[in-house]
């Protein structure tokens, strides 16, 4: 079944972060869940490398020195639904164009970041992780209201998942 029904186009940065989530979804998501961001990021051209010595840090945007080519490390010891969210919020940097950033902390991924680019890059892992259409679509269609089967369809954690519902105005 498709779970999308927004057609692939181009996008610009200039979109808000949940449209150019939208569009990266309808281009490169295979739709089957949970949404896998390595996936999708790769798909898109980015390359995608685990890094277990990045200390205190979450992950990592750059664009390689030599080649040019934008690459994503993120931290391997991360629990693991971080670093799903960690490599969306990455991918994000790409998406939107934020060009080199530094090194993100977990404090980067805090609702509380009052940080634009930050908050934009958030917005965007937020739709990709859980995209809005298919969360919709399971309450509307399928019935699924249970927070916590929700999280684990979308591996996420429940929190996450409640305050997803709350901005979707489904509690
Ligand atoms: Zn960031």
């Given at each position: 079944m498709s779970y999308m029904n927004t057609s692939p186009g181009a996008w610009q940065s200039s979109d808000a972060p949940e449209r150019v989530a939208q569009s990266f979804l309808s281009q490169y998501?295979?739709?089957?869940?949970?949404?896998?961001p390595v996936a999708i990021a790769k798909a898109a051209g980015v390359r995608v490398y685990t890094n277990p010595e990045m200390d205190r840090y979450a992950g990592w945007f750059y664009e390689d020195e030599q080649t040019g080519k934008p690459t994503i490390e993120f931290n391997s010891n991360d629990p693991l639904m971080r670093q799903r969210f960690t490599v969306a919020h990455e991918l994000a940097h790409y998406a939107l164009r934020h060009g080199a950033r530094p090194r993100d902390s977990v404090?980067?991924?805090?609702?509380?970041?009052?940080?634009p680019v930050e908050a934009e890059a958030n917005k965007f892992a937020t739709e990709l992780l859980m995209p809005s259409a298919v969360v919709n679509g399971l309450i509307r269609i399928?019935?699924?209201?249970?927070p916590e089967v929700l999280a684990s369809m979308f591996n996420t954690s429940a929190v996450a998942m409640k305050y997803r519902l709350k901005k979707l105005g489904w509690v």
């Open positions: 998501w295979d739709q089957q869940l949970p949404v896998d404090q980067a991924f805090s609702l509380a970041n009052y940080d399928r019935n699924v209201t249970d």
